[in-house]
């Protein structure tokens, strides 16, 4: 029993909380670089070699990289970060409307494209007005016997 033997005890409280530290600022550290390395990708103002030497340069000398690419570039990483964010939640509010229209067209449509089928002599003015009533009454996409095809 010579040997020497570490037990939980034998590591002071102040000791692991100082780990902790260093552990979440070592966290910290990557997060940040790997934000910087998603920006130095996402900026459309620098061409590829700007691009390619701020990450050659924040790889190679990790800690003055970011540091420099914080104080040279970091108040415009916040606009071009929220920039982005709009511009997804432009494109998502974008898709639900195309999604909840579900591709139908709207009774104005369908009332116009009616008119032009009747302007051509395609449809009489009584297929007109019954389409009309359909359309109206919320079934004019649906097939119904009798009723006047597009294009027809």
């Not at 910290?28 to 900026?43: E, N, P, S």
């Not at 540091?67 to 970091?74: C, D, E, L, Q, T």
């Not at 415009?76 to 229209?101: C, L, P, S």
């Amino acid at each position: 029993m010579s040997e020497q033997t570490y037990l939980a005890y034998d590591y002071p409280l102040l000791g692991a909380f100082w780990t902790m530290f260093l552990f979440f600022l070592w966290i910290m550290w990557f997060i940040l670089l790997f934000r910087i390395i998603t920006d130095i990708f996402r900026d459309d103002s620098m061409n590829g070699w700007a691009k390619t030497g701020w990450l050659v340069f924040c790889i190679l000398l990790p800690f003055l990289g970011v540091f420099v690419y914080v104080i040279a570039r970091g108040r415009n990483m916040g606009r071009r970060e929220v920039a982005q964010a709009r511009a997804q939640q432009e494109e998502f509010k974008d898709y639900i409307r195309q999604t909840a229209a579900g591709g139908r067209p709207s009774n104005v449509d369908e009332l116009a494209r009616l008119a032009e089928i009747r302007d051509r002599g395609a449809i009489t003015e009584e297929e007109f007005r019954r389409a009309k009533e359909l359309v109206l009454s919320g079934q004019g996409t649906q097939s119904h016997p009798g009723s006047p095809t597009p294009g027809a």
